[in-house]
C-alpha cells in the first residue's frame, strides 16, 4: 500500500530586529525559504561591517533540520559572523606590529627549548602552542589578544 506525500505549511517567526519577510512555506520547500533569509542576513552584515571599516573573518549559515511530513524541513535558521575592526593604533603604529612579534618569537624559542625536557604529553601540548603561535605571528595586533589571552600564552607586556 502506498502512502501519501505529506506537505504541510511551516510558519516562520523573525527575530526581533531582525529585517525579512514574516512568510510561510511548505516544507518542500522551506530549506530555500530559510537560506534566503539566512543569505539576506549575511548580506546585510557584510554591507553594515564594510561601512564601519570592520573585515568578516569568519561566519557561517547553519539550518537546523527536521522531518515534517514526508520532507526533510528547515524549521529554523542561524547566520554566525565574526568581525575584526582594525582601530587607529593597529593601522598606524608599525612599531607596535614589530614589538609584539618579536615577543611571540622569543614565547616560541622559550617553549621550543621545554620541548627538549618535556613528558610525550607536556609535548604535545606544547607543540599545539607553538603552532598556534606561528599563526599568531600574521594576525593583527588586537585580535591575536583577543584570540590569546583566555588561553594563557599571551602576556600584556606589550599592550
Excluded: C
Excluded at 26 to 50: C, D, G, H, P
Amino acid at each position: 500500500m502506498l502512502e501519501s506525500v505529506s506537505n504541510p505549511t511551516l510558519g516562520y517567526r523573525l527575530d526581533p530586529g531582525e529585517p525579512g519577510l514574516w512568510n510561510s512555506a511548505s516544507a518542500s520547500r522551506s530549506v530555500l525559504r530559510v537560506l534566503t533569509q539566512e543569505i539576506s542576513n549575511w548580506l546585510y552584515f557584510k554591507r553594515r561591517v564594510e561601512r564601519e571599516g570592520g573585515v568578516i573573518i569568519q561566519g557561517g549559515i547553519s539550518l537546523d533540520l527536521r522531518k515534517k511530513g514526508s520532507f526533510l524541513a528547515a524549521v529554523a535558521g542561524r547566520t554566525t559572523v565574526w568581525v575584526y575592526y582594525p582601530s587607529e593604533r593597529t593601522q598606524g603604529n608599525t612599531s607596535v606590529d614589530g614589538d609584539y612579534k618579536q615577543h611571540i618569537e622569543q614565547k616560541i624559542r622559550e617553549l621550543e627549548n621545554q620541548l627538549t625536557f618535556a613528558t610525550p604529553e607536556e609535548r604535545e601540548k606544547l607543540e599545539q602552542q607553538i603552532q598556534l603561535l606561528k599563526m599568531a605571528m600574521n594576525l593583527p595586533l588586537q585580535l591575536v589578544q583577543m584570540l590569546l589571552e583566555p588561553l594563557g600564552l599571551f602576556l600584556n607586556a606589550i599592550a
